[in-house]
T-cell receptor, first 112, second 117 residues
Framework: SQQGEEDPQALSIQEGENATMNCSYK?????LQWYRQNSGRGLVHLIL?????REKHSGRLRVTLDTSKKSSSLLITASRAADTASYFC????????????FGAGTRLFVKA | GAGVSQSPSNKVTEKGKDVELRCDPI?????LYWYRQSLGQGLEFLIY????????KSGLPSDRFSAERTGGSVSTLTIQRTQQEDSAVYLC???????????????FGPGTRLTVT
């Protein structure tokens, strides 16, 4: 069964607005990763946050992790039409090796 | 350098036939993952290989699915007696995971789109 669950399932915003996506998971993790998938470039890694970190930034991306609530959020600031894609969180467990479980994804549509 | 490559990019097969999907990971990456993605859905974990350790096969949906990784590099995912529900995009990823337990980001191939008629 999937560990990560994203919400919302779909999000439509205007260019320039911020987009926030959330991810919840069920068991303890080694790290949590966010990926983007669009038809042109396939699945691309965006950012990785380890279990002992609370916040990480990369360009217009900001990821937070709350291990007490078993949740993470991805914020994309000043969105662009090119950000239109599906965004997935993926969790790597703390036990049982390197298995990584992906959520069902949030479909983001940024209108120009 | 070269990324993860997969072949074929598209495969159409008849129900009941066997298929083999190939993945060439990034050189030096110790971990290799296989996932399946149905249309509009998330990624379903199938199997991963880490170095010389026994693979984690816990995601394989049935005994018709098997995978091997030769020489710690190229991997082949085999589906025997294909069924229509096997139709999906099969994605391979590799990662520089260390045996110390440090897990790194995954680099994905373009996928193989399998259609079972």
């Amino acid at each position: 069964s999937q560990q990560g669950e994203e919400d919302p399932q779909a999000l439509s915003i205007q260019e320039g607005e911020n987009a926030t996506m959330n991810c919840s998971y069920k068991t303890s993790i080694n790290n949590l990763q966010w990926y983007r998938q669009n038809s042109g470039r396939g699945l691309v890694h965006l950012i990785l946050i380890r279990s002992n970190e609370r916040e990480k930034h990369s360009g217009r991306l900001r990821v937070t992790l709350d291990t007490s609530k078993k949740s993470s959020s991805l914020l994309i600031t000043a969105s662009r039409a090119a950000d239109t894609a599906s965004y997935f969180c993926a969790t790597a467990g703390n036990t049982g090796g390197f298995k990584t479980i992906f959520g069902a994804g949030t479909r983001l549509f940024v209108k120009a | 350098g070269a990324g993860v490559s997969q072949s074929p990019s598209n495969k159409v097969t008849e129900k009941g036939k066997d298929v083999e999907l190939r993945c060439d990971p990034i050189s030096g990456h110790t971990a290799l993952y296989w996932y399946r993605q149905s249309l509009g859905q998330g990624l379903e974990f199938l199997i991963y290989f880490q170095g010389n350790s026994a693979p984690d096969k816990s995601g394989l949906p049935s005994d018709r699915f098997s995978a091997e990784r030769t020489g710690g590099s190229v991997s082949t995912l085999t589906i025997q007696r294909t069924q229509q529900e096997d139709s999906a995009v099969y994605l391979c990823a590799s990662s520089l995971n260390l045996d110390s337990g440090r897990i790194y980001e995954q680099y994905f191939g373009p996928g193989t789109r399998l259609t079972v008629t």
